[in-house]
């Protein structure tokens, strides 16, 4: 079976543009989160969608946002990119709330803003 | 979310088992005990988790100790593979997020 699919894996993009992220999960599971991972830290949340509809949001400024489709795939795009947001960008999916199912994670997209 | 502590770095030897504290001393009823490890370059893999009982798969298995306020996860035969960062996380089941702390850089050495 396939695992959660991200893409692209890399991107270069400059200050001030626009990125737009993709996700698809793995199959049969309703839940995907996103995750900013910057160089020597751990993931830190962002968004969580469960049945396209947004469930849980971090710390991070409205520049971000993420839309989660019918077919239970998931987009995250930001705005304005400043140089702070370039970092490894990753996906996680599940079963979603209460089902007690692990997050699995795709290998992310690294986004260099210059 | 309970917070969890893990030492910062170990080293092992392949062929081995390695074994990794986490220390989560304020950890509630309904909390359970994730781990996930991430070798570079690629996202986090889950690896196992527990609420009370030990557990074993096919890559690990979880000691939790009977106060629940800490726990271990075994690596039984480690290899040169096995190389990477190592998270222990406690979050509550419906839980929405995974709080990742700095966790263990655990070296396999040949």
């Known amino acids: 079976d396939a695992g959660v699919t991200q893409s692209p894996t890399h991107l270069i993009k400059t200050r001030g543009q626009h990125v737009t992220l993709r996700c698809s999960p793995i199959?049969?599971?309703?839940?995907v989160s996103w995750y900013q991972q910057v160089l020597g830290q751990g993931p830190q949340f962002i968004f969580q969608?469960?049945?396209?509809?947004?469930?849980g949001r971090g710390n991070f400024p409205d520049r971000f946002s993420a839309r989660q489709f019918p077919n239970y795939s998931s987009e995250l795009n930001v705005n304005a990119l400043l140089l702070g947001d370039s970092a490894l960008y990753l996906c996680?999916?599940?079963?979603?709330?209460?089902?007690?199912?692990?997050?699995?994670f795709g290998n992310g997209t690294r986004l260099t803003v210059t | 979310d309970a917070k969890t502590t893990q030492p910062p770095s170990m080293d092992c030897a392949e062929g081995r088992a390695a074994n990794l504290p986490c220390n989560h001393s304020?950890?509630?009823?309904?909390?359970?005990v994730y781990w996930y490890r991430q070798i570079h370059s690629q996202g986090p893999q889950y690896i196992i988790h527990?609420?009370?009982n030990n557990e074993t798969n096919e890559m690990a298995s979880l000691i939790i100790t009977e106060d629940r306020k800490s726990s271990t996860l075994i690596l039984p035969h480690a290899t040169l593979r096995d190389t990477a960062v190592y998270y222990c996380?406690?979050?509550?089941?419906?839980?929405?997020?995974?709080?990742f702390g700095a966790g263990t850089t655990v070296t396999v050495r040949a």
């Open positions: 304020t950890i509630s009823g309904n909390e359970y």
């Open positions: 199959s049969g599971h309703k839940s």
């Open positions: 969608y469960y049945e396209k509809e947004e469930r």
């Open positions: 996680a999916s599940n079963y979603g709330p209460g089902y007690n199912s692990p997050l699995h």
């Open positions: 996380i406690v979050r509550v089941a419906s839980d929405y997020k995974l709080s």
């Open positions: 527990g609420l009370k």
